[in-house]
């Protein structure tokens, strides 16, 4: 049997191979011809470096796109960064600078692309590494007549990025303790903790279900008894006081407030974590309780 790494990369191959036939040949509509790797790219990743590429060739970013045709961008979007996540991360990073170099052309065009990015890699966490949103956030914040209103937005939402960075460490917040007692994040102990998970939750209402679900799995409490993880509960909402009181409900966290995380960290939805080492450095984020119970009971 083929092992199902083989497989997938193989199953990624064939797919490759089948992108850019002509449009009397698709099974699927396309805004324009994707591109077709030359049989000289004999690797994924030199397919995939090819598609990446080429991939905007037929794309004409000076012909006004049709409200009509915006699915079919959004699709164009989706597809261009799947092959993107398997190539050479400076040759991605080239092709989108070059996309929205060219797209500048009309700048209705240029502010429906970076709207499609925005809406595949930062409201549906597309698990792409930051640096692929934050080059559209530049090419968007290096446009002159882009309005103070949209540009002080991508600015916000780039600060935010930074500040959270995968492989970096966090910037620090302000916290305020269960008994009320004001603090930096970073100058609460860790102890033996190889793990962080910051716990955001809210006034929404999951984060009650969620903060129960979370507080019966048997993986995380284990981890957490033995010193391995350490959960700070932050709640981001109104009722502080209600939130320290419950302090007692959850012996094994440590239930903090913030109104500065919310507007410091990229923190996109409620009740989510951001994983941390002993560090600060940002492990993962944007993620869920499923996610969460999931790894910590394959350990």
């Known amino acids: 049997m083929i092992e199902m790494k083989k497989f997938f990369t193989l199953f990624l191959f064939l797919t490759l191979s089948l992108i850019g036939i002509t449009a009397e040949g698709q099974h699927f509509e396309t805004l324009f011809p994707y591109p077709t790797a030359p049989d000289t790219c004999?690797?994924?990743?030199?397919?995939?470096?090819?598609?990446?590429?080429?991939?905007?060739d037929s794309f004409d970013a000076t012909k006004q796109l049709k409200e009509s045709e915006d699915s079919l961008l959004m699709l164009a979007m989706t597809d261009f960064l799947s092959i993107l996540r398997q190539?050479?991360?400076?040759?991605?990073?080239?092709?989108?600078r070059s996309l929205m170099f060219k797209a500048r052309a009309n700048q209705v065009n240029f502010m429906k692309l970076a709207n499609a990015a925005n809406w595949v890699l930062y409201l549906h966490n597309y698990g792409m590494r930051d640096e692929v949103y934050l080059t559209f956030v530049q090419a968007v914040l290096d446009a002159s007549w882009l309005k103070k209103d949209q540009k002080t937005l991508y600015k916000d939402i780039a600060r935010r990025i930074n500040n959270t960075k995968l492989g970096a460490e966090i910037v620090d917040f302000n916290v305020t303790t269960a008994?009320?007692?004001?603090?930096?994040?970073?100058?609460?102990p860790v102890d033996s903790a190889e793990i962080i998970l910051l716990f955001f939750t809210g006034d929404d209402a999951d984060s009650p279900l969620?903060?129960?679900?979370?507080?019966?799995d048997l993986g995380v409490n284990d981890l957490v008894a033995q010193g391995y993880a350490k959960v700070y509960n932050i709640y981001?909402?109104?009722?502080t006081k209600?939130?320290?009181?419950?302090?007692?409900?959850?012996?094994?966290?440590?239930?903090?407030?913030?109104?500065?995380?919310?507007?410091?960290?990229?923190?996109r939805f409620y009740p989510s974590f951001i994983v941390?080492?002993?560090?600060?450095?940002?492990?993962?984020?944007?993620?869920g309780v499923d996610a969460i119970k999931n790894a910590f009971n394959n350990q």
Not at 210 to 216: K, N, Q
Not at 236 to 239: E, F, I, M, Q, T
Request: net charge positive; with cysteine.
């Open 42 to 56: 004999t690797t994924l990743e030199s397919r995939c470096n090819y598609s990446t590429q080429h991939f905007w």
């Open 87 to 96: 190539a050479n991360p400076n040759i991605g990073l080239g092709a989108i």
């Open 179 to 188: 008994s009320g007692e004001k603090r930096k994040f970073k100058d609460l």
């Open 210 to 216: 969620e903060r129960t679900r979370l507080s019966a």
């Open 236 to 239: 981001v909402g109104k009722k």
């Open 242 to 267: 209600e939130h320290a009181a419950e302090a007692t409900m959850f012996p094994s966290w440590t239930l903090l407030a913030s109104n500065d995380a919310g507007n410091s960290l990229d923190v």
């Open 276 to 287: 941390l080492d002993n560090k600060f450095t940002v492990m993962n984020k944007n993620i």
